[in-house]
Protein backbone atom coordinates (compact mmCIF):
# COMPACT_ATOMS: atom_id res chain seq x y z
CA UNK A 1 0.00 0.00 0.00
CA UNK A 2 1.29 3.50 -1.22
CA UNK A 3 1.23 6.50 1.53
CA UNK A 4 -1.92 8.14 1.55
CA UNK A 5 -2.08 11.84 -0.07
CA UNK A 6 -5.32 12.73 -0.01
CA UNK A 7 -7.32 11.30 2.61
CA UNK A 8 -11.10 11.52 2.41
CA UNK A 9 -11.81 8.80 4.84
CA UNK A 10 -13.71 11.32 7.09
CA UNK A 11 -13.29 14.88 8.83
CA UNK A 12 -12.09 13.24 11.62
CA UNK A 13 -8.53 12.71 10.32
CA UNK A 14 -7.62 16.38 10.37
CA UNK A 15 -4.08 16.76 11.90
CA UNK A 16 -3.94 19.88 13.96
CA UNK A 17 -1.97 22.80 12.52
CA UNK A 18 1.03 23.99 14.04
CA UNK A 19 -0.62 27.17 14.78
CA UNK A 20 -3.19 24.79 17.21
CA UNK A 21 0.02 22.53 18.42
CA UNK A 22 1.58 26.18 19.39
CA UNK A 23 -1.67 26.84 21.37
CA UNK A 24 -1.91 23.77 22.85
CA UNK A 25 1.89 23.51 23.67
CA UNK A 26 1.40 26.96 25.53
CA UNK A 27 -2.25 26.35 27.08
CA UNK A 28 -2.75 26.93 31.04
CA UNK A 29 -4.03 24.51 32.49
CA UNK A 30 -5.64 23.21 36.08
CA UNK A 31 -7.68 20.35 36.94
CA UNK A 32 -10.12 20.12 35.04
CA UNK A 33 -13.48 17.88 37.37
CA UNK A 34 -12.72 20.39 39.85
CA UNK A 35 -13.35 23.51 37.63
CA UNK A 36 -9.71 24.45 38.09
CA UNK A 37 -8.85 24.26 34.29
CA UNK A 38 -8.66 27.99 32.59
CA UNK A 39 -8.31 27.13 29.13
CA UNK A 40 -11.35 24.00 29.74
CA UNK A 41 -13.76 27.28 31.77
CA UNK A 42 -12.46 29.32 28.68
CA UNK A 43 -13.69 26.88 25.53
CA UNK A 44 -17.12 25.96 27.69
CA UNK A 45 -17.94 29.66 28.13
CA UNK A 46 -17.15 30.37 24.16
CA UNK A 47 -19.38 27.22 23.24
CA UNK A 48 -22.24 28.52 25.28
CA UNK A 49 -22.01 31.83 24.19
CA UNK A 50 -21.90 30.53 20.51
CA UNK A 51 -24.86 28.11 21.18
CA UNK A 52 -27.72 30.79 23.59
CA UNK A 53 -27.35 28.35 26.14
CA UNK A 54 -26.73 29.03 29.85
CA UNK A 55 -23.85 26.41 30.58
CA UNK A 56 -21.18 24.14 28.81
CA UNK A 57 -19.28 20.63 29.86
CA UNK A 58 -16.19 19.69 27.99
CA UNK A 59 -16.73 15.92 27.24
CA UNK A 60 -14.13 13.92 25.59
CA UNK A 61 -15.84 12.55 22.51
CA UNK A 62 -19.45 13.18 20.74
CA UNK A 63 -20.56 9.58 21.63
CA UNK A 64 -20.26 10.71 25.24
CA UNK A 65 -21.88 13.43 24.39
CA UNK A 66 -25.06 11.60 23.51
CA UNK A 67 -24.95 8.80 26.16
CA UNK A 68 -24.61 11.77 29.05
CA UNK A 69 -27.73 13.31 27.45
CA UNK A 70 -29.93 10.50 26.97
CA UNK A 71 -28.69 9.03 30.53
CA UNK A 72 -29.70 12.52 32.11
CA UNK A 73 -32.90 12.81 30.19
CA UNK A 74 -34.13 8.73 30.60
CA UNK A 75 -34.95 6.00 33.26
CA UNK A 76 -33.68 2.33 32.37
CA UNK A 77 -36.64 1.39 29.09
CA UNK A 78 -37.73 4.97 28.15
CA UNK A 79 -37.37 5.87 24.75
CA UNK A 80 -35.40 8.26 22.02
CA UNK A 81 -37.24 9.04 19.35
CA UNK A 82 -34.74 9.54 16.11
CA UNK A 83 -34.35 9.32 12.90
CA UNK A 84 -33.48 5.42 10.93
CA UNK A 85 -30.10 7.16 9.48
CA UNK A 86 -29.37 8.29 13.25
CA UNK A 87 -25.68 8.33 14.46
CA UNK A 88 -26.45 6.93 17.70
CA UNK A 89 -28.57 3.84 16.06
CA UNK A 90 -25.29 2.57 13.77
CA UNK A 91 -21.76 3.91 14.83
CA UNK A 92 -21.88 4.37 18.84
CA UNK A 93 -21.72 0.66 19.37
CA UNK A 94 -25.00 0.26 21.18
CA UNK A 95 -24.06 3.07 23.85
CA UNK A 96 -27.29 3.99 24.37
CA UNK A 97 -28.49 0.47 25.48
CA UNK A 98 -25.47 0.21 27.59
CA UNK A 99 -25.11 3.46 29.26
CA UNK A 100 -28.03 5.68 29.37
CA UNK A 101 -30.92 2.24 29.33
CA UNK A 102 -32.37 3.58 26.67
CA UNK A 103 -34.37 2.08 23.71
CA UNK A 104 -34.07 3.83 20.10
CA UNK A 105 -37.67 4.42 18.74
CA UNK A 106 -36.72 4.75 14.90
CA UNK A 107 -38.88 7.34 12.10
CA UNK A 108 -38.32 7.08 9.05
CA UNK A 109 -38.17 11.35 7.78
CA UNK A 110 -37.16 10.26 4.22
CA UNK A 111 -35.55 13.15 4.11
CA UNK A 112 -31.62 12.52 4.24
CA UNK A 113 -31.87 11.68 7.81
CA UNK A 114 -34.18 14.55 8.92
CA UNK A 115 -37.71 14.52 9.87
CA UNK A 116 -41.18 16.55 10.25
CA UNK A 117 -43.10 17.47 13.73
CA UNK A 118 -45.70 15.20 12.53
CA UNK A 119 -43.50 12.39 12.55
CA UNK A 120 -42.97 12.87 16.00
CA UNK A 121 -46.81 13.06 16.56
CA UNK A 122 -46.75 9.57 15.14
CA UNK A 123 -43.89 8.43 16.89
CA UNK A 124 -45.70 9.29 20.40
CA UNK A 125 -48.11 6.95 21.38
CA UNK A 126 -50.63 7.44 23.93
CA UNK A 127 -50.04 6.31 27.51
CA UNK A 128 -50.06 2.48 28.15
CA UNK A 129 -48.48 0.59 31.02
CA UNK A 130 -47.11 -1.64 28.71
CA UNK A 131 -45.64 0.97 26.36
CA UNK A 132 -41.80 2.56 26.49
CA UNK A 133 -42.52 6.05 27.48
CA UNK A 134 -40.50 8.41 25.25
CA UNK A 135 -38.43 11.11 26.83
CA UNK A 136 -36.51 12.67 24.01
CA UNK A 137 -36.55 14.07 20.61
CA UNK A 138 -33.02 13.38 19.05
CA UNK A 139 -32.17 15.18 15.94
CA UNK A 140 -28.61 15.41 13.61
CA UNK A 141 -27.30 18.38 12.46
CA UNK A 142 -25.89 17.63 9.79
CA UNK A 143 -27.40 14.01 9.41
CA UNK A 144 -24.15 12.41 8.64
CA UNK A 145 -25.35 8.93 7.05
CA UNK A 146 -27.92 11.71 5.27
CA UNK A 147 -25.57 12.44 2.95
CA UNK A 148 -24.51 15.96 5.15
CA UNK A 149 -27.93 17.08 4.72
CA UNK A 150 -28.69 20.44 6.43
CA UNK A 151 -31.81 20.82 8.76
CA UNK A 152 -33.70 24.40 8.07
CA UNK A 153 -34.52 26.43 11.00
CA UNK A 154 -37.92 25.43 9.85
CA UNK A 155 -37.75 21.95 10.01
CA UNK A 156 -35.87 22.68 13.64
CA UNK A 157 -38.77 24.49 14.93
CA UNK A 158 -41.59 21.96 13.79
CA UNK A 159 -40.01 19.56 15.61
CA UNK A 160 -39.31 21.83 18.79
CA UNK A 161 -42.96 22.30 18.71
CA UNK A 162 -44.00 18.93 18.43
CA UNK A 163 -41.55 18.09 21.32
CA UNK A 164 -42.82 20.29 23.54
CA UNK A 165 -46.63 19.54 22.73
CA UNK A 166 -45.59 16.07 23.80
CA UNK A 167 -43.96 17.12 27.13
CA UNK A 168 -40.81 15.52 25.36
CA UNK A 169 -37.12 16.93 25.90
CA UNK A 170 -35.32 18.07 22.31
CA UNK A 171 -31.76 17.05 21.79
CA UNK A 172 -29.52 18.43 19.14
CA UNK A 173 -26.42 15.76 18.06
CA UNK A 174 -24.50 18.61 16.68
CA UNK A 175 -21.30 17.12 15.49
CA UNK A 176 -21.28 18.65 12.25
CA UNK A 177 -24.31 21.79 13.61
CA UNK A 178 -20.82 24.33 12.45
CA UNK A 179 -21.18 23.16 8.95
CA UNK A 180 -24.55 23.73 8.92
CA UNK A 181 -24.12 26.85 9.58
CA UNK A 182 -21.89 27.74 7.38
CA UNK A 183 -23.92 25.94 4.74
CA UNK A 184 -27.17 28.04 5.67
CA UNK A 185 -26.57 31.05 7.36
CA UNK A 186 -28.41 30.46 10.24
CA UNK A 187 -26.80 30.89 13.38
CA UNK A 188 -25.55 28.31 15.59
CA UNK A 189 -27.55 30.30 18.70
CA UNK A 190 -31.05 29.88 16.19
CA UNK A 191 -30.21 26.42 15.96
CA UNK A 192 -29.50 25.36 19.03
CA UNK A 193 -31.67 27.79 21.23
CA UNK A 194 -34.78 25.45 19.68
CA UNK A 195 -33.14 22.56 21.54
CA UNK A 196 -33.10 21.91 25.59
CA UNK A 197 -29.74 20.49 24.75
CA UNK A 198 -26.80 20.25 21.96
CA UNK A 199 -23.30 19.38 21.13
CA UNK A 200 -20.76 20.46 18.83
CA UNK A 201 -17.53 18.01 18.07
CA UNK A 202 -14.43 19.79 17.74
CA UNK A 203 -12.57 16.99 16.13
CA UNK A 204 -14.64 16.67 13.24
CA UNK A 205 -14.81 19.59 10.37
CA UNK A 206 -13.21 21.93 13.26
CA UNK A 207 -9.75 19.92 13.16
CA UNK A 208 -9.24 19.42 16.70
CA UNK A 209 -7.18 16.39 18.16
CA UNK A 210 -10.09 15.22 20.82
CA UNK A 211 -13.22 16.65 22.48
CA UNK A 212 -16.75 17.82 21.99
CA UNK A 213 -18.76 20.48 24.16
CA UNK A 214 -22.44 19.92 25.59
CA UNK A 215 -24.30 22.74 26.62
CA UNK A 216 -27.61 23.04 28.24
CA UNK A 217 -29.70 24.88 30.94
CA UNK A 218 -27.38 25.12 34.26
CA UNK A 219 -29.07 22.24 35.90
CA UNK A 220 -28.88 19.64 32.93
CA UNK A 221 -24.88 20.34 32.80
CA UNK A 222 -24.74 19.57 36.54
CA UNK A 223 -26.52 16.32 35.98
CA UNK A 224 -24.40 15.97 32.94
CA UNK A 225 -21.44 15.88 34.92
CA UNK A 226 -22.43 13.32 37.13
CA UNK A 227 -22.86 10.62 34.34
CA UNK A 228 -19.60 12.15 32.71
CA UNK A 229 -17.96 11.51 35.62
CA UNK A 230 -19.34 7.87 35.97
CA UNK A 231 -18.82 7.02 32.44
CA UNK A 232 -15.04 7.52 32.91
CA UNK A 233 -15.06 11.04 31.22
CA UNK A 234 -13.91 13.73 33.91
CA UNK A 235 -10.52 14.71 33.36
CA UNK A 236 -7.22 16.62 34.82
CA UNK A 237 -5.03 18.92 33.04
CA UNK A 238 -7.23 18.88 29.93
CA UNK A 239 -6.64 22.22 28.78
CA UNK A 240 -3.94 21.38 26.89
CA UNK A 241 -6.18 19.54 24.59
CA UNK A 242 -9.18 22.06 25.07
CA UNK A 243 -7.02 24.71 24.10
CA UNK A 244 -7.12 23.34 20.68
CA UNK A 245 -11.01 24.04 21.03
CA UNK A 246 -10.31 27.46 21.48
CA UNK A 247 -8.21 27.98 19.13
CA UNK A 248 -10.67 26.43 16.20
CA UNK A 249 -13.61 28.06 17.15
CA UNK A 250 -11.85 31.14 17.07
CA UNK A 251 -9.83 30.43 13.68
CA UNK A 252 -11.59 27.16 11.57
CA UNK A 253 -15.23 28.02 11.68
CA UNK A 254 -15.39 30.44 8.85
CA UNK A 255 -13.37 28.36 6.35
CA UNK A 256 -15.79 25.26 6.66
CA UNK A 257 -17.09 26.67 3.57
CA UNK A 258 -13.83 26.27 1.90
CA UNK A 259 -14.62 22.03 2.61
CA UNK A 260 -18.19 22.69 1.03
CA UNK A 261 -16.74 24.09 -1.85
CA UNK A 262 -14.03 21.20 -2.33
CA UNK A 263 -16.96 18.88 -1.87
CA UNK A 264 -19.11 20.67 -4.58
CA UNK A 265 -16.40 20.58 -6.86
CA UNK A 266 -15.49 17.46 -6.05
CA UNK A 267 -19.41 16.10 -6.99
CA UNK A 268 -19.44 18.22 -9.97
CA UNK A 269 -15.99 15.90 -11.27
CA UNK A 270 -17.40 12.24 -10.45
CA UNK A 271 -21.35 13.40 -11.96
CA UNK A 272 -18.42 13.51 -15.43
CA UNK A 273 -17.18 9.70 -14.70
CA UNK A 274 -19.68 7.21 -16.87
CA UNK A 275 -21.02 5.01 -14.84
CA UNK A 276 -20.31 6.64 -11.42
CA UNK A 277 -23.63 7.83 -9.35
CA UNK A 278 -23.66 10.89 -6.96
CA UNK A 279 -26.60 11.34 -4.43
CA UNK A 280 -27.12 13.91 -3.68
CA UNK A 281 -25.81 15.61 -6.63
CA UNK A 282 -25.58 18.72 -5.15
CA UNK A 283 -23.66 18.05 -1.81
CA UNK A 284 -25.02 20.32 1.24
CA UNK A 285 -21.98 20.29 3.09
CA UNK A 286 -18.51 18.77 3.18
CA UNK A 287 -19.63 15.05 2.31
CA UNK A 288 -20.42 13.45 -1.01
CA UNK A 289 -22.07 9.85 -0.98
CA UNK A 290 -21.55 7.99 -4.62
CA UNK A 291 -22.38 5.11 -6.41
CA UNK A 292 -19.30 3.31 -8.32
CA UNK A 293 -20.86 0.26 -9.16
CA UNK A 294 -21.84 1.34 -12.48
CA UNK A 295 -18.25 1.99 -13.36
CA UNK A 296 -18.45 -2.38 -13.28
CA UNK A 297 -16.08 -2.03 -10.22
CA UNK A 298 -17.64 -2.42 -6.85
CA UNK A 299 -17.97 0.27 -4.37
CA UNK A 300 -15.39 -1.95 -2.31
CA UNK A 301 -13.22 -3.04 -4.76
CA UNK A 302 -12.90 1.07 -5.77
CA UNK A 303 -11.85 1.85 -2.50
CA UNK A 304 -9.48 -0.84 -2.24
CA UNK A 305 -7.63 0.12 -5.84
CA UNK A 306 -8.14 3.74 -4.87
CA UNK A 307 -5.82 3.11 -1.74
CA UNK A 308 -3.16 1.54 -3.73
CA UNK A 309 -2.74 5.10 -5.58
CA UNK A 310 -3.05 6.82 -2.24
CA UNK A 311 -6.71 8.35 -2.35
CA UNK A 312 -8.84 7.11 0.71
CA UNK A 313 -12.29 6.64 0.10
CA UNK A 314 -14.29 4.36 2.71
CA UNK A 315 -16.95 2.23 1.01
CA UNK A 316 -20.18 0.46 3.07
CA UNK A 317 -22.24 3.40 3.70
CA UNK A 318 -26.28 2.80 3.98
CA UNK A 319 -28.19 0.47 2.43
CA UNK A 320 -26.73 0.69 -0.88
CA UNK A 321 -23.13 0.45 0.48
CA UNK A 322 -22.43 3.88 -0.90
CA UNK A 323 -18.57 5.50 -1.13
CA UNK A 324 -18.49 8.66 1.30
CA UNK A 325 -15.75 11.47 0.80
CA UNK A 326 -15.39 13.92 3.56
CA UNK A 327 -13.72 17.10 2.64
CA UNK A 328 -11.40 18.84 5.65
CA UNK A 329 -9.18 21.37 6.65
CA UNK A 330 -6.45 18.83 5.08
CA UNK A 331 -7.58 18.65 1.38
CA UNK A 332 -6.80 21.34 -1.04
CA UNK A 333 -8.82 22.11 -4.12
CA UNK A 334 -5.87 20.40 -5.65
CA UNK A 335 -6.12 16.80 -3.46
CA UNK A 336 -9.51 17.16 -4.73
CA UNK A 337 -8.40 17.19 -8.31
CA UNK A 338 -5.98 14.62 -7.70
CA UNK A 339 -8.65 12.38 -6.24
CA UNK A 340 -11.15 12.63 -9.52
CA UNK A 341 -7.66 12.00 -11.73
CA UNK A 342 -7.07 8.55 -9.52
CA UNK A 343 -11.29 7.70 -9.51
CA UNK A 344 -11.23 8.34 -12.97
CA UNK A 345 -8.24 5.98 -13.80
CA UNK A 346 -9.74 3.27 -12.05
CA UNK A 347 -13.38 3.28 -13.68
CA UNK A 348 -10.81 3.50 -17.05
CA UNK A 349 -9.34 0.61 -15.91
CA UNK A 350 -6.21 2.52 -15.88
CA UNK A 351 -4.70 1.65 -12.42
C1 LIG B 1 -18.84 11.55 14.74
C2 LIG B 1 -20.26 11.62 15.14
C3 LIG B 1 -20.66 11.30 16.45
C4 LIG B 1 -19.70 10.80 17.48
O1 LIG B 1 -18.71 11.71 17.77
P1 LIG B 1 -17.26 11.21 18.26
O2 LIG B 1 -16.59 12.46 18.66
O3 LIG B 1 -16.64 10.51 17.09
O4 LIG B 1 -17.49 10.28 19.40
C5 LIG B 1 -21.99 11.44 16.77
N1 LIG B 1 -22.88 11.87 15.87
C6 LIG B 1 -22.54 12.18 14.62
C7 LIG B 1 -23.58 12.67 13.67
C8 LIG B 1 -21.23 12.04 14.19
O5 LIG B 1 -20.90 12.31 12.94
Not at 230 to 252: D, E, K, N, P, S
Request: with cysteine; proline share 4%.
Amino acid sequence: MSAIAVDLYSDTVSRPTPAMRKAMAEAEVGNEQAHEDPTVNKLCEMAAELTGHEAAVYVPSGTMCNAIAYRVYCRQGDAVILDQLAHPIHAETGGPAALSGCMLTQVDGGRRGIFTGADVDKAVKPYKRNRPVAKVVSIEQTSNFGGGACWTLDEVKDVAAAAKRHDLKLHMDGARMLNAVAATGTSAKDFASQCDSAWIDLSKGLGCPIGAVLVGPADFIEEAWRWKTQFGGAMRQAGIVAAAGVYALTHHVERLAEDHANAKRLAKGLMQIPGIEVDPEEPETNMVFFDANGTGIDNFDMSKRLLAKGVRIGAGYGPRDLMRAVTHIDVSTDDIDAALAAIRDVAAGRD
